[in-house]
């Protein structure tokens, strides 16, 4: 089955700075690979997503990117505020989804 | 529109007692899915529904846990007898089709066994 790795575990940016956070994952049949916003005492949000034939897609200050050759994809958030502070999850799906860890993104004013 | 609902939110018990966790998916979304974290670790999946049907229910830990999806709307999750480890945030998520599709989450049921 499809193994979702993700890094790193915790990260934190100063304010305007930019935020990477990488997955990679093991099912070559994966073909949708989400991105979820989790705030406290909420249930993931969607917040981007990239489908198989698209190396990139991004949306204001939010990026994706996806290398399939390599099975990695990596969310991009630029002129990172507070209100970014969360834990985002990644996740790649063929038929069934299957999430990375979670990275808990700090935002320091 | 409601979102993905679930109830309760918080729920502690002691060991050995039962559980039952609903999830009122968005209406029309026949895909019903239900997760589990744990402190630090990964959405784990769970199973999924399709209708009232249990099309993949691969990631349920043990014979414990039992989940019902009666007349193919709303879902339970039934923990009987719950164990310390079965501690964490359930999650319920619904989309309209299965294969790359959307999945919207509930705000997730904590539960506290000790």
């Known amino acids: 089955g499809e193994n979702v790795e993700q890094h790193p575990s915790t990260l934190s940016v100063q304010e305007g700075d930019s935020a990477v956070i990488k997955c990679t994952y093991s099912?070559?049949?994966?073909?949708?690979f989400p991105w979820y916003k989790q705030e406290l005492g909420k249930g993931p949000q969607l917040i981007i997503d990239?489908?198989?034939?698209?190396g990139e897609k991004k949306d204001q200050r939010i990026a994706v990117t996806l290398n399939k050759t390599a099975k990695h994809f990596s969310l991009h958030i630029t002129e990172t505020q507070p209100e970014d502070s969360a834990v985002y999850f990644c996740a790649a799906s063929d038929n069934d989804m299957r999430f990375g860890a979670g990275t808990r993104l700090t935002v320091k004013p | 529109e409601a979102g993905v609902t679930q109830f309760p939110s918080h729920s502690v018990i002691e060991k050995g007692q039962t559980v039952t966790l609903r999830c009122d998916p968005i209406?029309?979304?026949?895909?019903l899915y239900w997760y589990r974290r744990v402190m630090g670790k990964e959405i784990k999946f769970l199973l999924h529904f399709v209708k009232e049907s249990k099309q993949d229910e691969s990631g349920m830990p043990n014979n414990r846990f039992l989940a019902e999806r009666t007349g193919g709307t709303y879902s339970t999750l039934k923990v009987q007898p719950a164990e310390l480890e079965d501690s964490g945030v359930y999650f319920c998520?619904?989309?309209?089709?299965?294969?790359?599709?959307?999945?919207?989450f509930g705000a997730g049921t904590r539960l506290s066994v000790l």
């Open positions: 990239i489908r198989s034939n698209v």
């Open positions: 209406s029309g979304h026949d895909n």
């Open positions: 099912d070559s049949a994966s073909n949708y």
């Open positions: 998520a619904s989309s309209q089709a299965r294969k790359g599709s959307i999945q919207y």
